[in-house]
Each structure stands twice: as C-alpha cells, then as structure tokens.
C-alpha cells in the first residue's frame, strides 16, 4: 500500500531554517512528480514545490516553486531512501503552516495544482515565530 509520510516540522525562530523530509513507500509505480504544499489557518492549501519526471521515467529532472518560496526553499530527492526534502531557509512568520507532500501518479501540467495529486501525506505542523 503507498504511503507518503512527512516529517521535520518544528518550532524555528524568523530567519532560521528547516528541513522537511517526505518518505515514500509501496508504490509499485513510478510516480510522475512529488510536490509540497501548506495551508495555514484560515487558508487554502497551496502548492509550494515540485520534482517530477518528463517523461514518466524515475529520471526527476523538472523543479518548480511558488514564487512566496522562490530563492529560499529547496526540493531535492534521495533516489536510495526513496524521500524528498525540502529545505527551508530565511523562514518568516508567514510560513506558518501546516506542510504536506503529496505523490502524483499520472501526469499534469501543473504540479503546483492540489488536483494532480492523488498521494498525501498527514501533514507536518511549521510554525515560525520569535
């Protein structure tokens, strides 16, 4: 059965930095793209990240952010352990949220879209502040 599991959330201060982890199991599948998104209170969930393939290979060369992320969050993926991170830095207060990871199984063309995932994970609580 697949799985999607985060983890990493935490307390930081403004300005720090964490790293979220998204740990994928069961799939007999390659799936065609992993994205992050959040939702604080209040609001809707956003996509924040991406990684997929092109061409359905486990070849994950495309990445993408939302622009309130761009220039300090980083996607990357451990092909052996099967996870993806996200690594957050400069965080602000604003990027309190709950952050989910969410696996694709066919293709979109936008995987910044909560519809072109049919994978999710729990979610993990993010909360920035002094």
């Known amino acids: 059965q697949e799985q999607v599991v985060e983890s990493g959330g935490g307390l930081v201060q403004p300005g720090g930095s964490l790293r979220l982890s998204c740990a994928l199991s069961?799939?007999?599948?390659?799936?065609?793209?992993i994205g992050w998104f959040r939702q604080a209170p209040g609001k809707a969930r956003e996509g924040i990240s991406y990684?997929?393939?092109?061409?359905?290979?486990?070849?994950?060369?495309?990445?993408s952010y939302a622009d309130s992320v761009k220039g300090r969050f980083t996607i990357s993926r451990d092909a052996a352990k099967n996870t993806v991170y996200l690594q957050m830095n400069s965080l602000k207060p604003e990027d309190t949220a709950v952050y989910y990871c969410?696996?694709?199984?066919?293709?979109?063309?936008?995987?910044?879209?909560?519809?072109?995932?049919?994978?999710w994970g729990q979610g993990t609580q993010v909360t920035v502040s002094s």
């Open positions: 969410a696996a694709a199984s066919d293709h979109s063309d936008n995987y910044l879209q909560l519809v072109a995932y049919d994978y």
């Open positions: 069961g799939f007999t599948f390659t799936y065609y793209a």
């Open positions: 990684i997929s393939t092109p061409d359905g290979t486990p070849s994950y060369t495309d990445s």
